[in-house]
């Protein structure tokens, strides 16, 4: 069965530009969560949707946003970008909230130069 | 406000000895812990989750336990590889509805052939 799946793996973008990160779960799984992993630090959380309902934004400005399909892909837009938005853009699926293990795929490096 | 630390932050041993890595957290009130390798640049890799009502959990010569009283948590690694070198990082989920994981900001391990 396929993992979790990111696109791109790498991008490369200059300030003020907007990017698109796409992450489609592994199959049967309805939760979504993205993550921002500057580097040496631990993963931070931005969003995580569930049944294509947001049930939880982190600590981050408006211009990031995210949105769920009827099929539980999802994508993940960062408007306005500035040179602290390079990370490792990671994208985690989960079966159901009583176990809730997350499944990370092998997530997208964004650098803005 | 949940914070997770991990200490060491790097920790260098030779083949074969075995090694404990620490995980704490200030807010007891926590659903799940989930254990984590990340290989350089990689997505993340589920160890062990415990849930809550657990004292422990165990997958070959891996074994985590939890003391959710004094908002601790190891991973015990027996007998280690040079193959388990990467950053091993540990995750909270507060619960309450929210799936988003808090993570520390792990720990760097290199075992030495």
């Known amino acids: 069965d396929a993992g979790v799946t990111q696109s791109p793996t790498h991008l490369i973008k200059t300030r003020g530009q907007h990017v698109t990160l796409r992450c489609s779960p592994i199959s049967g799984h309805k939760s979504v969560s993205w993550y921002q992993q500057v580097l040496g630090q631990g993963p931070q959380f931005i969003f995580q949707y569930y049944e294509k309902e947001e049930r939880g934004r982190g600590n981050f400005p408006d211009r990031f946003s995210a949105r769920q399909f009827p099929n539980y892909s999802s994508e993940l837009n960062v408007n306005a970008l500035l040179l602290g938005d390079s990370a490792l853009y990671l994208c985690?699926?989960?079966?159901?909230?009583?176990?809730?293990?997350?499944?990370f795929g092998a997530g997208t490096r964004l650098s803005v130069l | 406000k949940q914070e997770v630390t991990q200490i060491p932050a790097a920790l260098s041993v030779p083949e074969g000895e075995n090694l404990v890595l620490n995980c704490s957290f200030t807010d007891s009130a926590i659903y799940n812990l989930q254990w984590f390798r990340q290989d350089p640049g990689k997505g993340l890799t589920s160890l062990l989750l415990i849930q809550s009502s657990q004292r422990e959990q165990t997958s070959g010569r891996l074994n985590a336990s939890l003391d959710k009283s004094s908002g601790r948590s190891t991973l015990y690694i027996a007998a280690s590889q040079p193959g388990d070198s990467a950053t091993y990082l540990c995750a909270v989920s507060p619960g309450g509805g929210s799936y988003k994981l808090i993570f520390g900001s792990g720990t760097r391990l290199l075992v030495r052939p």
């Open positions: 985690a699926s989960s079966l159901d909230s009583f176990r809730n293990i997350q499944y």
